[in-house]
């Protein structure tokens, strides 16, 4: 079954600190990926998205993500992150074999940043 | 703000009540979709609908029933529900272009059900 595993529950860090989160999916063919944000009291609103082409993605607010096929991983960074990044950060999978409409959720990582 | 709108934001119902979510896009979008997100869990799709017409059903119970009038509504019919239905449901639109590749999801606010 296809599923997609985020270890990191809750993340704490401190400003200015780099930030990497874990996403792996189980294997499914071809897929499409994405990592979601859900900042306090806001709706889930797209971070970056991964299709095809360079494994290195850049999103919105100097968030990256890399995709590496062999580890089926799908990891979110951030050199420097800051106060207003705390959030709930989910990564997300479509394995096109599912259908085009079909989006597989990690539980997500709640990231803390402490001032 | 965003352009998925989701009422009520908040409900409170026993399980013998019958209530309606509703969702509404604003963005021109042909494909929406009802998720729920309980704690700890991952979302889970519920249903989807492109150009209208219901594409998936992810074996949710019956007690839970999609209608979808035009592309730019979605509503969700709730009867009979059991205390473990409590959760945020989330609707979601995006552009369905008949491609082989899910475009972004846009999501609304959400409504924060309690069965009691």
């Not at chain 1, 860090?13 to 009291?41: D, H, I, K, R």
């Not at chain 1, 797209?46 to 590496?68: H, T, W």
Request: proline content about 5%; glycine content about 6%; overall charge neutral.
């Amino acid at each position: 079954a296809q599923s997609v595993s985020q270890h990191n529950h809750h993340v704490i860090l401190s400003e200015a600190a780099s930030l990497e989160l874990g996403c792996n999916y189980s294997y499914g063919g071809t897929v499409n990926l994405f990592w979601y944000v859900q900042y306090p009291g806001q709706h889930l609103q797209l971070l970056l998205k991964y299709f095809s082409g360079d494994p290195l993605v850049k999103g919105i607010k100097g968030f990256e993500a890399e995709f590496i096929k062999s580890k089926f991983s799908f990891n979110l960074r951030k050199p420097s992150v800051q106060w207003s990044d705390t959030a709930e950060y989910f990564c997300a999978v479509n394995y096109k074999r599912t259908g085009a409409n079909n989006l597989f959720f990690g539980t997500g990582t709640r990231l803390t940043v402490i001032p | 703000e965003t352009g998925v709108t989701q009422t009520p934001r908040h409900l409170v119902m026993g399980m013998t009540n019958k209530k309606s979510l509703k969702c509404e896009q604003h963005l021109g979008h042909n494909a929406m979709y009802w998720y729920k997100q309980s704690a700890k869990k991952p979302l889970e799709l519920m249903f989807v609908y492109s150009l209208e017409e219901r594409v998936e059903n992810n074996s949710v119970p019956s007690r839970f029933s999609p209608e979808c009038p035009n592309s730019s509504h979605l509503f969700l019919h709730l009867h009979t529900l059991q205390p473990e239905d409590s959760a945020l449901y989330l609707c979601a639109s995006s552009q369905d272009n008949g491609r082989d590749a899910l475009d972004e999801q846009f999501f609304g606010p959400g409504t924060r059900l309690t069965v009691l």
